[in-house]
């Protein structure tokens, strides 16, 4: 075989162009997978006020996070609240350079809230890079003994139920409950989190409100009742979290009341309240190239496992932890988001009829 140097430089060529539009359109940072980190700062923000569970797991995630990333960066940890989540996620979806240092931990709230396409949202969850998630297996809504007694009558005063935005899924619980039950109540909202509600609700101002880290607490101190779940999907049903076994699910509710909510008004309340399957989100901007996803993916991965994150968790979030990292996360999103229009439609006419939605 002859030596060719002319087809030696044009191959080389092609290498080197091929390289360049990879470069060019991914975005590669060099270094990505080994040390595009090192001596570079993480801004963490989080949509959920100190003391409530977004802010609990965006405090996990930055003080374990930065020995499983490739470097070691600093985080810095920024809380946001406000809008049920969407003054934080508008920001971030809008001005966050995809570059892997600006992140972020929004409660599952904010799926609710483009789910029923509310007015502040300026943001799209589906066009986020999804790091990852971790969930407790589902929601709770407890209410007072003063507030169990006027539930069911629709002749007394209306139970009291508090809220940050309408959107939480405990919030659309409750609102599927007046929907379904016919309970007798209204909301108050604009609350910033669960140690507000807690507040709210030991005080008497409010009569009920969601929360399974405080539940527990309130329910041995007596100064609660679980009224009702979610609970976790398995087998195409909704079953009881093992750490709530006293308290039955929604489903199970409506059934024992003999009520048959329509195909529709069922898809609705599953899409509702499926974002506990989420329930903290870890997101990066749109457009972070692959190769910083797949860095900060593989460092939630071993963080989330981490005995310290575990622990932690468990201790003071739930007994329970599901973590989903990348696609899986991504594709219960779309699960979600991704729903038939009479579906939606079923959901916006809902919140106009009970307005608590604004």
Not at 143 to 161: H, Y
Not at 164 to 192: D, P
Not at 289 to 307: C, F, H, R
Not at 341 to 348: F, G, I, K, N, S
Request: glycine share 10%; with cysteine; hydrophobic share 40%.
């Amino acid at each position: 075989m002859k030596f060719s140097l002319r087809r030696l430089n044009v191959a080389l060529l092609r290498i080197l162009v091929v390289a360049f539009l990879f470069v060019l359109a991914g975005g590669l940072p060099a270094g990505a997978e080994n040390n595009y980190y090192q001596d570079k700062t993480i801004t963490l923000i989080t949509s959920g006020a100190p003391g409530g569970g977004t802010d609990l797991t965006a405090r996990l995630i930055a003080t374990i996070l930065p020995k499983y990333l490739p470097g070691n960066p600093r985080i810095i940890l920024r809380n946001r609240p406000g809008g049920g989540g969407s003054v934080a996620l508008n920001s971030f979806y809008t001005k966050a350079k995809p570059d892997g240092t600006t992140l972020m931990v929004a409660g599952s709230g904010s799926i609710g809230l483009q789910f029923t396409k509310a007015k502040v949202v300026r943001y799209n969850l589906g066009e986020m890079r999804h790091i990852g998630n971790a969930s407790h297996g589902g929601d709770l809504i407890v209410i007072s003994k003063a507030g169990i007694k006027r539930l069911n009558d629709p002749k007394a005063e209306p139970v009291v139920c508090g809220s940050k935005g309408g959107t939480e899924e405990w919030a659309l619980l409750s609102m599927f409950g007046k929907e379904f039950l016919g309970w007798n109540m209204r909301w108050i909202l604009g609350f910033e989190g669960a140690g507000a509600l807690e507040l709210a609700f030991r005080q008497g101002e409010i009569d009920m409100f969601g929360d399974s880290r405080m539940i527990k607490r309130l329910e041995e101190e007596g100064k609660g009742i679980g009224l009702a779940q979610n609970g976790t999907i398995k087998k195409g049903r909704f079953v009881r979290r093992a750490d709530f076994s006293h308290v039955p699910t929604l489903e199970e509710l409506v059934e024992r009341e003999g009520r048959r909510p329509s195909a529709v008004a069922w898809k609705a309340y599953i899409a509702s309240v499926a974002p506990l399957s989420i329930y903290k989100l870890f997101i990066a901007p749109p457009k972070t190239p692959d190769p910083i996803l797949s860095a900060l993916v593989s460092a939630y991965e071993k963080t989330s496992s981490d005995p310290k994150f575990v622990n932690t968790w468990k201790k003071l979030v739930s007994p329970t932890l599901e973590v989903r990292t990348g696609e899986e996360t991504t594709e219960i999103l779309r699960s979600i988001l991704d729903v038939e229009p009479a579906v939606l439609a079923y959901a916006e006419e809902m919140k106009k009829r009970l307005n608590i939605l604004k």
